[in-house]
């Protein structure tokens, strides 16, 4: 009996110590079960951390240590993507390459950035251009004249003096950018000393000399410019320029020269005299903007169209409003479009947006009134577009329609385009993603990031899949790791 009793608690404490040893077993699973999820996300997070760290070296390492070539191939990246990273490397670089493409590339990179970074290499460049490739003293020219370094105009007046004939007309132009008043002195005066036995090339250097003037219009060159004007053997595009360049000064004496300019037989000289009317508020002048409208060549109504734009003209407008209804000429009519955009007035609105949503506008001009008023006047017309838009992309027979428009909203910058952006995102064609993802770097919607975030991790999109991991990364607004699809979006990257 004892033994029995024995074997008993034996068998009870076996069983026992085997379902405590179970119990345990199935709470360690069940903790690593719950814990699995939060360890993988805080691995691809991790994973992802060091892409990016390591696609961030490999551009950089290109930069120090790459070759020639793939140093400009990333310089055109870097321009497309706005990725000003690696400025400071690439100021380093240009210190020490010895390869004239690339200190060429660098000059446009830097120069179209408004970045004065290499503003002592360009002025030392352009003082011993004879120790430099002429692309490089070019594009050390061009890096002046688009930041406006005045310190380099003695440079720029020398190599006119001593007539170098490679550098003459970027340095002409140079100064039409960044000269004062005393520079425009300089250039009447080497206008006038002009006398090439070559008449075409003559013309070349005087035609390039007024357009610089042009663009500096100051009074100190008033009488010049009436000579020219008035001058009837002289060239139609000179005089045309000088005629604009009146104008611009702004001095109401020039009102009669430019009304009897206008009615000259000539049509270049009639379009340069509107142009240099229509900024005069006097009667005359805007009688003679209101003829222009009827002229009988198509330059002239269409500068007339430039012209009311310019000097916000409205009661221009219906003249516009017929131009962009009725010309004959295509040019005349999506530049009226462009023009009633900027106006905001609401019969001409009702007519571009009555005209936008009729299919049987035309392709053109319906893009033409979308991409304006999305820039000029975004509330008019944006929630047709959306509509539209939003309408086609679901609809396989209107594909060319949804690619053009939607290249039409990627360059809008305002963040009410996401919901259109996120039906691009979701499209199962890469040709629409890629559309969507133009949509998101001009305005890095916060709140489709998860969205891009996806096609950045799915490798089975490929290039699109690289494109959005950069996007991510070059973004102002980042993801963070713990961030979540919305049910409404999850599992929809591969379908309309």
Same mark, same amino acid.
């Given at each position: 009996?004892?033994?029995?009793?024995?074997?008993?608690?034996?068998?009870?404490?076996?069983?026992?110590?085997?379902?405590?040893?179970?119990?345990?077993?199935?709470?360690l699973a069940s903790q690593e079960t719950?814990?699995?999820?939060?360890?993988?996300?805080?691995?691809?997070?991790?994973?992802?951390?060091?892409?990016?760290?390591?696609?961030?070296?490999?551009?950089?390492?290109?930069?120090?240590?790459? =070759?020639?070539?793939? *140093?400009?191939? $990333?310089? /055109?990246? @870097? #321009?497309?993507? +706005? %990725?000003?990273?690696? !400025?400071?490397?690439?100021?380093?670089?240009?210190?020490?390459?010895?390869?004239?493409?690339?200190?060429?590339?660098?000059?446009?990179?830097?120069?179209?950035?408004?970045?004065?970074?290499?503003?002592?290499?360009?002025?030392?460049?352009?003082?011993?251009?004879?120790?430099?490739?002429?692309?490089?003293?070019?594009?050390?020219?061009?890096?002046?004249?688009?930041?406006? =370094?005045?310190?380099? *105009?003695?440079? $720029?007046? /020398?190599? @006119? #003096?001593?007539? +170098? %004939?490679?550098?003459? !007309?970027?340095?002409?132009?140079?100064?039409?950018?960044?000269?004062?008043?005393?520079?425009?002195?300089?250039?009447?005066?080497?206008?006038?000393?002009?006398?090439?036995?070559?008449?075409?090339?003559?013309?070349?250097?005087?035609?390039?000399?007024?357009?610089?003037?042009?663009?500096?219009?100051?009074?100190?060159?008033?009488?010049?410019?009436?000579?020219?004007?008035?001058?009837?053997?002289?060239?139609?595009?000179?005089?045309?320029?000088?005629?604009?360049?009146?104008?611009?000064?702004? !001095?109401?004496?020039?009102?009669?020269?430019?009304?009897?300019?206008?009615?000259?037989?000539?049509?270049?000289?009639?379009?340069?005299?509107?142009?240099?009317?229509?900024?005069?508020?006097?009667?005359?002048?805007?009688?003679?903007?209101?003829?222009?409208?009827?002229?009988?060549?198509?330059?002239?109504?269409?500068?007339?169209?430039?012209?009311?734009?310019?000097?916000?003209?409205?009661?221009?407008?219906?003249?516009?409003?017929?131009?962009?209804?009725?010309?004959?000429?295509?040019?005349?009519?999506?530049?009226?479009?462009?023009?009633?955009?900027?106006?905001?007035?609401?019969?001409?609105?009702?007519?571009?947006?009555?005209?936008?949503?009729?299919?049987?506008?035309?392709?053109?001009?319906?893009?033409?009134?979308?991409?304006?008023?999305?820039?000029n006047n975004f509330d008019v017309i944006?929630?047709?577009?959306?509509?539209?838009?939003?309408?086609?992309?679901?609809?396989?027979?209107?594909?060319?329609?949804?690619?053009?428009?939607?290249?039409?909203?990627?360059?809008?910058?305002?963040?009410?385009?996401?919901?259109?952006?996120?039906?691009?995102?979701?499209?199962?064609?890469?040709?629409?993603?890629?559309?969507?993802?133009?949509?998101?770097?001009?305005?890095?919607?916060?709140?489709?990031?998860?969205?891009?975030s996806l096609i950045a991790e799915d490798?089975?999109?490929?290039?699109?899949?690289?494109?959005?991991?950069?996007?991510?990364?070059?973004?102002?607004?980042?993801?963070?790791?713990?961030?979540?699809?919305?049910?409404?979006?999850?599992?929809?990257?591969?379908?309309?």
């Amino acid at each position: 009996m004892k033994n029995l009793k024995k074997e008993l608690n034996f068998f009870l404490k076996s069983v026992l110590l085997s379902l405590f040893v179970f119990s345990l077993t199935v709470q360690l699973a069940s903790q690593e079960t719950a814990q699995a999820p939060s360890e993988n996300q805080a691995a691809k997070a991790d994973e992802k951390k060091k892409k990016e760290v390591s696609e961030f070296e490999e551009k950089r390492d290109t930069i120090l240590y790459g =070759i020639g070539d793939d *140093i400009l191939e $990333l310089i /055109k990246k @870097l #321009k497309a993507d +706005e %990725d000003d990273r690696f !400025d400071t490397d690439l100021q380093k670089i240009f210190a020490e390459t010895k390869i004239p493409a690339i200190r060429e590339a660098l000059f446009a990179y830097f120069a179209e950035k408004k970045n004065d970074c290499l503003k002592t290499d360009a002025l030392i460049i352009l003082e011993n251009k004879e120790d430099a490739p002429q692309e490089t003293v070019r594009s050390a020219i061009s890096y002046i004249s688009e930041l406006k =370094i005045y310190e380099g *105009i003695e440079a $720029l007046r /020398k190599i @006119l #003096k001593d007539e +170098e %004939d490679e550098y003459r !007309d970027i340095c002409i132009s140079a100064i039409g950018k960044i000269g004062k008043p005393e520079d425009a002195v300089f250039l009447t005066e080497l206008f006038d000393s002009e006398s090439s036995d070559d008449e075409k090339k003559s013309l070349i250097i005087k035609q390039n000399i007024m357009f610089a003037l042009e663009e500096l219009h100051t009074p100190e060159i008033w009488d010049f410019l009436i000579r020219v004007v008035e001058d009837s053997d002289e060239n139609s595009i000179i005089r045309g320029s000088a005629a604009s360049a009146l104008g611009k000064i702004g !001095d109401e004496r020039a009102v009669p020269v430019l009304s009897e300019l206008f009615e000259n037989k000539d049509p270049v000289l009639r379009t340069a005299a509107i142009k240099g009317i229509a900024g005069f508020k006097v009667p005359e002048a805007k009688n003679i903007l209101m003829q222009a409208f009827k002229d009988s060549y198509y330059k002239v109504r269409l500068q007339a169209v430039q012209s009311a734009k310019e000097e916000k003209a409205e009661d221009a407008v219906p003249f516009i409003l017929y131009r962009a209804k009725k010309d004959p000429e295509n040019v005349v009519k999506l530049t009226a479009v462009e023009a009633l955009s900027h106006f905001n007035n609401a019969e001409a609105n009702e007519w571009l947006i009555d005209s936008f949503n009729e299919e049987r506008t035309g392709l053109s001009l319906r893009l033409k009134i979308a991409e304006n008023l999305l820039k000029n006047n975004f509330d008019v017309i944006f929630e047709d577009v959306k509509t539209a838009s939003l309408k086609a992309i679901s609809d396989k027979k209107q594909n060319k329609f949804s690619a053009e428009i939607g290249k039409v909203i990627s360059k809008v910058e305002n963040k009410g385009t996401a919901p259109i952006a996120e039906a691009y995102l979701n499209h199962n064609d890469p040709a629409f993603k890629s559309i969507g993802l133009d949509m998101f770097k001009r305005n890095k919607y916060p709140e489709l990031i998860p969205l891009v975030s996806l096609i950045a991790e799915d490798e089975k999109n490929g290039a699109l899949s690289r494109r959005a991991k950069d996007l991510l990364q070059t973004g102002s607004t980042q993801s963070k790791t713990d961030d979540k699809v919305p049910e409404s979006q999850a599992g929809q990257t591969g379908t309309k």
